[in-house]
Every structure is written in structure tokens, then in C-alpha cells.
């Protein structure tokens, strides 16, 4: 059994083509999914996108079982679509090539930095892309990636506009740079200037960090749309955003110059004041403020502004989901933020969960959980053992409904013991940072109506921990022998194995929790008894 790796194009296949809950893939070339991306740019700066995935006959027959009408599989593809301005031309199965084939149009794709100069910037990392062909007509690249089944090829093909010179590839910025002059002319004007500016209906407190990361694009804040439908060029084009009363101004986003028939699309991922976020108690209204300033034709400097209200959900609310619950059609769809979610609560950093994992370790006398395998069991027996000396037990949560959107009170692993009860989440949030402070690799199997922890032992081993048994007499094999139950159950229908270090290193960062005293175990009563031996070896004796 294996899990997804969460890198960017990884992302975009498992997010677009797996959440039917396909999580086992068949090894060797022939079982290599294709990826094929093309751009045809037109003279603005738009797309053409052509995307095509090409599937051994096995996967391509489970693909189309699951989505059936291929614009079911462009909804998948939404969440990756970040906040650009796309629309969605076509969608098809291709049965004969055993291959699917999306067309999409996005706006501003390309975006000037000078008179007739362009540049297009990849989100893919510096370095990650190979540049096969940089002609003056087209730019072929090759991006080699891992993903779930093994080593990940694809072409990325950007067919430059008609005129286009001096083509060139920045591979330090990952950013291609092209000259061309958009077509002479009156245009029809529809209105002088379009601009539009929506919100996110809500922003997640505990997803601070990744709200601030642009390259989790689907967490954006804000984004404003504006057209230039002159027939004449617009210059000095500027846009910042404030989220007001938690962040500070965004520095400006400039194009120099704004063509006729160009779109320019700006995004918002503000630098949120954590510790005011930390110490809401519950939701509230706040604003987000753009401010846009243009040059016109005539020399006239345009300066404007708009704001829109959305939700500030307090550090512990969360929903799953950007579709509202009318709209989610899947599970997977009503639960898509659920993989990053959960591992952004599992703060093994913090100080709370350090001390817990000094002290389990005295309990198991076993340094060396992460190297040592029977070490690493005994750590989680311990754990196991002080939940149950200290009474930690399972509780259930009501829902939480946020502008049509379902979600849940989460807790970290130090509320988990501050209030010594949490949900099936919770508990599996408090094993993951548990096992995660001592180096051992955590994971949060996750299924309709339920959530279980799973920790891998320096062997490889995976232990998956049914946590919810706890306070009802059961030890800690009877937790691994009902959660490999569990998880050969989750496999048959949907379902997210959630790879917390992986999440992680994708972008999924804890917020910094404000500090606790020293004797934050001591103050609540907490008793740490040396590690009983396990009840086979003690009938033994």
C-alpha cells in the first residue's frame, strides 16, 4: 500500500483523476500515466489550453467509470485551477487512444513587463523544468516529477503568438520572456473599463500560513479581473489589497502597460496578524479593500477602489470544502480541503506536543523511536497507556455550517488535552503530532463519517490505530487490529490517506500557537506511569 506525494503536478493528476479513492496503482511503464499540456497564445496575452492525460486501458476504463461525462472531471480540476480567470471550452473521452482531453481558455496568462515585452511565470519550482526547444514560435519544456505511481513525465508546449521574437527562457525565474506587438486597429468598445474584484466566502484562521503562500493558489483571498476594452493602450496599471484588521497593504502588482483586448488577473494571499487570528473566539465579518490606479489615454491618472466582506473563522473552525453543501457532488468534492486541513493541525512543533513526547519517552524508556522499530512500538504503547491512565477518551462534535458550507470545531493535539476529550479527527490529529515530534512518519487515513491515525515503524511497518477505542477497555492491540480492519475497508470506496510530512513539505504549515507554562502537564494533573508490559507478556509470567 502506498500513498500520494503531493507535489505540484502530482497535485494536479491526483486532484483532476484519483478522487475516486483509487489509491493502489499497478507498477512498471505500463501502467505510466502521460501528462500533455499546450498553450497557444493569442496576442493579449490569453490561452488556448489543450490538456490532455493519457491512461494504460485499465486506469483509463476505472476513469470513466468514476466521472462518466468528462465535465465532472473538469470540476476536480477546479480546486488546482488557483484564481485565474479560465472558462471551459471542452471536455472528452477519447476512447480509441484510451486518453481524455480537456480544452480550456484562460485569461492573461501572459502579461507585459514592457513595450510589446512579455513574460509568462511558471509556478513550477526553479530548476524543476527542462527546456527541450526555445524557438521563435514555441517553447517545449520536459518536467520530470514523482507521484504515486513512481516517476512522472510531462510536456508542457507553449506555441508563441503569430510575430512573436526574441523568445527566451529565464531558468533561474522559470519564466519565459517573448517580444510581440498585438494587431493595430479600432476595437468596438463595450464599456472603456472592466474590473471586478470577489472574495473567498470565508478565511480559515488555523490555515494562516498557507492563506499567505502563493503557490497554494486555491487558498486564495482575493482576486480582481481587469479589462482594458479601449482601443487604445492603458499604462502604470497597479493593484494592492488589505484584509482590514488583520493584515497590512500588499505591495503593488504592476503591468506597465495594459493593451486593448487585454486582461490582467491579480491574486490576493495577505500576510495575516497570527496572533490576533489566535485569539479569536469565533467567526467574524471582515473586509477586503483593493485599491487600482491606471494611466488612460489621455494622461489622466485613474485611481479607484472596492471592497467586499468575508468570514474570519476562529483557530478552531474549519469547513471542507470551497462547494457549498447544494453543490458538492462527490464525497471527495465535499471534503477536498480535508488533506491539507488535517495536517495543518498537526503542529508537532509546538511546545505542548514536545513536552508530551520527552515524557511518553521516558514512559516507554526508548529514545530511539524513530530508529528503532521496537522502540518506536513501545512509544505508541505508551501513549496508548497514558491516554487511558489520564482518561482522554472519544467524543463526538456537532457540524459547523459556514455560508452553505459544511465543516467542524477541530481541535490541535494540546487542545485534545487540555479539554482530555476529542472527536475521531482530533484524536487522530493528537497520534500524528505524537508520532511526528519523535520523527516517526505520520499519516490520517480518512473515510466518509470517520477519520484514524496510521504511523509507519522505522521497518516500514505501517501501524493504523482505531484512537476512538480508547476509554472502553481496549489496549492498544485490540486499536491496531481493529484499524487494519478499517483500512482494508477504506480502500474499497473513497477515501484520503493523508501523508502529514509529505503535506507538509507541499505547503500545509502550521500556525505558531501562543506559548503555555511549564507546567502545563502538572497544572492539569497528568500522570505519566512507567510503560506496563503488554498483557500476552504479563500472562506469561
Known amino acids: 500500500m502506498r500513498t500520494f506525494k503531493f507535489t505540484r503536478i502530482a497535485w494536479i493528476i491526483w486532484t483532476a483523476l484519483f478522487l475516486a479513492g483509487s489509491t493502489v496503482l499497478a507498477e512498471g511503464p505500463q501502467s505510466r500515466v502521460q501528462y500533455h499540456d499546450r498553450y497557444d497564445l493569442d496576442q493579449v496575452g490569453n490561452a488556448k489550453i489543450t490538456r490532455t492525460f493519457q491512461f494504460p486501458p485499465a486506469i483509463y476504463a476505472k476513469v470513466k467509470k468514476d466521472y462518466q461525462d468528462p465535465m465532472m472531471l473538469l470540476r476536480s480540476m477546479s480546486s488546482v485551477i488557483d484564481w485565474h480567470e479560465i472558462t471551459v471550452v471542452d471536455g472528452r473521452f477519447e ?66 503568438c503569430p510575430g512573436s521574437s526574441e523568445v527566451e527562457f529565464d531558468k533561474e525565474q522559470a519564466t519565459i520572456r517573448y517580444t510581440a506587438a498585438p494587431e493595430e486597429g479600432t476595437r468596438k468598445v463595450e464599456s472603456a473599463i472592466q474590473w471586478k474584484m470577489e472574495t473567498t466566502p470565508q478565511l480559515m484562521s488555523s490555515m494562516a500560513k498557507i492563506h499567505s503562500n502563493e503557490e497554494m493558489g486555491m487558498f486564495w483571498t482575493a482576486r480582481s479581473v481587469f479589462t482594458n476594452n479601449e482601443d487604445k493602450p492603458v499604462t502604470k496599471f497597479r493593484v494592492r489589497y488589505q484584509l482590514e484588521g488583520f493584515s497590512g497593504w500588499s ?59 468575508l468570514t474570519v473563522l476562529a483557530r478552531n473552525e474549519v469547513i471542507f470544502s470551497r462547494h457549498s453543501d447544494q453543490n458538492a457532488v462527490t464525497w471527495h468534492e465535499a471534503n477536498e480541503y480535508l488533506p491539507i486541513l488535517v495536517a495543518s493541525f498537526c503542529n508537532s512543533n509546538d511546545p505542548v506536543i514536545q513536552q508530551l513526547a520527552g515524557r511518553i519517552s521516558g514512559m516507554a524508556s526508548g529514545p530511539a523511536a524513530s530508529l528503532d522499530s521496537e522502540d518506536a512500538v513501545n512509544y505508541l504503547r505508551a501513549i496508548w497507556q497514558f491516554m487511558e491512565d489520564n482518561k482522554v477518551a472519544y467524543q463526538t462534535s456537532p457540524t459547523l455550517k459556514v455560508n452553505q458550507r459544511f465543516g467542524q470545531h477541530v481541535k490541535y493535539g494540546r487542545d485534545v488535552l487540555s479539554n482530555r476529550a476529542g472527536t475521531c479527527i482530533d484524536l487522530a490529529i493528537f497520534w500524528a503530532s505524537a508520532a511526528k515530534a519523535v520523527g516517526l512518519k505520520s499519516f490520517i487515513v480518512i473515510v466518509p463519517g470517520h477519520a484514524f491515525p496510521m504511523v509507519e515503524l522505522p521497518n516500514g511497518n505501517r501501524v493504523p490505530i482505531e484512537s476512538t477505542l480508547l476509554g472502553k477497555g481496549a489496549t492498544i492491540d485490540d486499536a491496531a487490529k481493529k484499524g487494519n480492519e478499517q483500512l482494508e475497508k477504506a480502500m474499497q470506496g473513497p477515501h484520503y490517506i493523508v501523508d502529514v510530512n509529505e503535506m507538509e513539505n507541499f505547503g500545509a504549515r502550521s500556525i505558531d500557537l501562543e506559548r503555555v507554562s511549564e507546567d502545563f502537564f502538572d497544572s492539569l494533573k497528568y500522570k505519566f506511569n512507567p510503560l506496563a508490559a503488554p498483557a500476552a507478556e504479563q500472562k506469561g509470567r
Not at 111 to 116: I, Y
Request: hydrophobic fraction near 40%.
Open 95 to 160: 476512447d480509441g487512444q484510451c486518453r481524455v482531453v480537456l480544452e480550456l481558455f484562460q485569461k492573461g496568462i501572459a502579461r507585459t513587463s514592457g513595450p510589446n515585452r512579455w513574460e509568462i511565470k511558471s509556478k513550477s519550482k526553479p530548476g524543476s523544468m527542462e527546456l527541450i526547444t526555445c524557438l521563435s514560435d514555441r517553447v517545449v519544456f520536459h518536467v520530470a516529477d514523482q507521484s504515486e505511481w513512481g516517476p512522472l513525465s510531462a510536456t508542457v508546449f507553449v506555441s508563441m
Open 251 to 309: 505591495p503593488w502588482k504592476r503591468s506597465p502597460i495594459v493593451y486593448p483586448g487585454q486582461t490582467v488577473v491579480e491574486a490576493f494571499f495577505p500576510i495575516l496578524d497570527i496572533d490576533k487570528l489566535t485569539k479569536l473566539d469565533g467567526s467574524r465579518s471582515a473586509s477586503v479593500i483593493a485599491e487600482y490606479q491606471y494611466v488612460n489615454a489621455d494622461g489622466e491618472t485613474i485611481e479607484l477602489a472596492d471592497s467586499k466582506n
